[in-house]
């Protein structure tokens, strides 16, 4: 840390992060050494380590103790509660099982997000292979148990290949059917204290007790982290960003805020799920949200203003909640069934670079990444009404309307496929009568239309001030006009479609 301001005095305890007002959708784990490197140290020990050994792992591991190098590297896991009322940080029983099991019979079993149904589902799970090994003993055929039979034949011969690369002349071949009967009473073992091992893991930390063992602006540097490593995996698996990244979102407000205005700065070891160890500052961070936030235009952050009285954990109130978001959200995306501002001849481009200085320098891709971030939070956080789209989506320009009659049209992106931002593409600014005819003409048009002398419509290039122009359009007096009743109006007549409508 580089001065006195800390990025914990702006937030309220780590269980926002645990356990946020809006639920996230689904679960995120990461490795509970994570955390070790957020703790506080006391007499030269780490007080996260110490609390969760003496709390989880040395239970663990007296339970399974024959597995201890397997669960070298335990998991947290922030999930909902089975009982739908918030979310709660556990030890991953999941991980747990799927390593163990794994390490017996080559294969896991699908367990799912309840915990209370886990050790049913390992015991069916290994039945079948109960089933298989007593056939092997007894030399019976049983086409259905095949794929077990099959899998504990090959464990058996790589288990031998390991033991003679071990013992080399000292090598003497197990037998067979010993080998069967030691599986088995692994597994039966391993099925008597799994029930202990399921009361344990499902024992919630206790956020409180955490929270006075950590460094908190470590800690929550560290959460940014592990979520953007989370969402990378969702975004592979997926194709979108899971709903933890809100978090991130809030996060890295508040961190350029306190950068810009404190010259705050923070650089951390995070130890990542693959047990990989990175040395991160806070711009390294600003840079991965960045790249990853751009991937995804689609993402939106809501923040609630809570009302007294809501009990903002339950799962009920929150399905409720989404709903009734998710509609307000689609009620304010408006599309058009063209393409805004067609491709027709291509403008000067002499003319574009001696009106904006700022663009002749060749832009990095970080700085790119950066530009394009800036002007999408631009507009997404200022007071639009409605927000409308082209058949072209986010390849193209989007508009936003606001009470006073403007439609502002801004180009973000060079094009969908990579991302990346649009150099050399001016901001329109249109009257709010006519945006709908004007947003028809290729840029060629109605830079002659301009030029013709009309002043209802307004072209603005990214120079230095360009943010203080923009702001002043918005916030100025503008036209006289209810917008929302002349987007009804355009709705009805089928010049404007609503997305809600579309997707119902």
């Known amino acids: 840390m580089t001065n006195e301001v800390k990025m914990s005095n702006y937030y309220d305890g780590i269980y926002e992060v645990f356990n946020p007002p809006l639920v996230y959708e689904g679960n995120y784990i990461f490795l509970i050494r994570s955390l070790y490197e957020c703790s506080k140290k006391k007499n030269g020990k780490n007080l996260v380590e110490e609390y969760f050994y003496n709390n989880y792992i040395k239970e663990i591991i007296s339970l399974i103790k024959e597995y201890e190098n397997l669960i070298g ?3 947290l896991i922030s999930d909902l509660n089975v009982d739908g009322e ?12 799927q390593r163990i099991c794994l390490s017996m019979v080559d294969d896991i079993p699908e367990l799912g997000s309840d915990y209370s149904t886990y050790k049913e589902k390992v015991g069916d799970f290994f039945k079948n292979y109960k089933k298989a090994i007593t056939c092997l003993q007894r030399k019976e055929l049983n086409n259905e148990l095949k794929d077990y039979i099959t899998r504990i034949e090959n464990l058996y011969s790589r288990n031998e290949e390991f033991r003679k690369e071990k013992y080399g002349n000292k090598y003497v071949p197990m037998d067979f059917f010993l080998y069967l009967e030691k599986l088995r009473s692994k597994i039966v073992e391993f099925l008597v204290v799994y029930k202990r091992l ?19 602006d470590q800690f929550y540097f560290t959460m940014a982290k592990l979520i953007i490593e989370n969402n990378k995996v969702v975004e592979k698996t997926e194709g979108k960003l899971h709903y933890s990244f809100s978090y991130v979102d809030v996060y890295i407000e508040k961190l350029k805020y306190l950068m810009e205005t404190y010259s705050y700065d923070i650089v951390a070891d995070v130890v990542l799920l693959d047990g990989k160890i990175v040395k991160l500052s ?14 995804h235009p689609e ?75 800036r002007r999408i939070d631009f507009f997404e956080s200022s007071s639009y009404l409605y927000r409308v789209e082209g058949i072209n989506n986010f390849e193209g320009y989007i508009g936003y309307i606001y009470d006073n009659g403007y439609v502002i049209f801004e180009k973000f992106y060079k094009s969908k496929e990579g991302y990346e931002l649009a150099l050399g593409n001016a901001t329109y600014i249109m009257n709010f009568a006519n ?5 028809k003409l290729s840029k060629l048009d109605i830079i002659k239309y301009i030029k013709a002398g009309n002043t209802d419509i307004i072209r603005r290039y990214h120079t230095s001030n360009w943010a203080k122009k923009i ?34």
């Not at 918030?86 to 099982?97: A, D, N, Q």
């Not at 399921?198 to 908190?216: A, G, T, Y």
């Not at 806070?282 to 991937?295: G, S």
């Not at 408006?334 to 805004?340: D, G, N, Y």
């Open 435 to 439: 945006f709908i005819e004007m947003s």
């Open 86 to 97: 918030g979310r709660s940080l556990k030890v991953s029983l999941g991980i747990i099982t």
């Open 282 to 295: 806070a711009k390294d961070l600003i840079r991965e949200y960045n790249v990853m936030k751009n991937r």
């Open 471 to 504: 702001e002043a359009i918005i916030n100025g007096i503008g036209y006289d006009v209810d917008t929302t009743k002349v987007i009804e109006n355009l709705i009805k007549n089928g010049e404007l479609n609503n997305r809600r409508s579309l997707n119902q």
């Open 198 to 216: 399921v009361n344990v893991c499902n024992k919630e930390v206790n956020l409180k007790e955490l929270e006075d063992l950590l460094d908190l």
């Open 299 to 373: 993402y939106r952050t809501v923040v609630l203003d809570e009302e007294a009285g809501v009990n903002y954990q339950d799962i009920r109130v929150f399905n409720v909640l989404l709903t009734q978001i998710e509609t307000a959200m689609k009620d304010k995306e408006l599309s058009v069934s063209w393409k805004l501002f067609k491709k027709g001849e291509r403008e000067d481009e002499s003319s574009v670079l001696s009106k904006v200085s700022s663009e002749r320098k060749e832009k990095t891709d970080d700085e790119k990444n950066e530009e394009l971030r």
């Open 73 to 75: 590297d335990l998991f």
